[in-house]
């Protein structure tokens, strides 16, 4: 059975920097992409970012461009999202997610979801 764990998340000062783990155990195959996702409170689930089974594809949304670095290594079965000045508007529990087929940049494109971390940003 595919399980997906992720941490690292916590309460940070608006500026502030956290990193997330993701560790993914029961796949046996290597080549697989993964994807982030947040749910901030009282919304839906929405895309964060993207990297393929070879780690040379890596897509981002607009919000988190140039501050949020996606990485990692499905030999490894280990993916990590460094999260740097962060925003209050970054809020959310975090999920790391393994990609299936489909759009990646909607959850129905992900077939195994980790339960999620939460990351609190004050202002």
């Known amino acids: 059975q595919v399980q997906l764990v992720e941490s690292g998340g916590g309460l940070v000062q608006a500026g502030g920097s956290l990193k997330l783990s993701c560790v993914v155990s029961?796949?046996?195959?290597?080549?697989?992409?993964m994807g982030w996702f947040r749910q901030p409170p009282g919304k839906e689930r929405e895309f964060v970012a993207f990297?393929?089974?070879?780690?040379?594809?890596?897509y981002y949304a607009d919000s988190v461009l140039g501050r949020f670095t996606i990485s990692g290594d499905a030999r490894k079965h280990l993916f990590y999202l460094q999260m740097n000045s962060l925003k209050p508007e970054d809020t959310a529990v975090y999920h790391c997610?393994?990609?299936?087929?489909?759009?990646?940049?909607?959850?129905?494109?992900?077939?195994?979801w980790g339960q999620g971390t939460q990351v609190t940003v004050s202002s």
């Open positions: 997610a393994t990609y299936d087929s489909g759009n990646y940049l909607t959850p129905r494109a992900y077939d195994y």
């Open positions: 029961g796949r046996t195959s290597t080549r697989y992409a």
């Open positions: 990297i393929g089974w070879i780690g040379g594809s890596k």
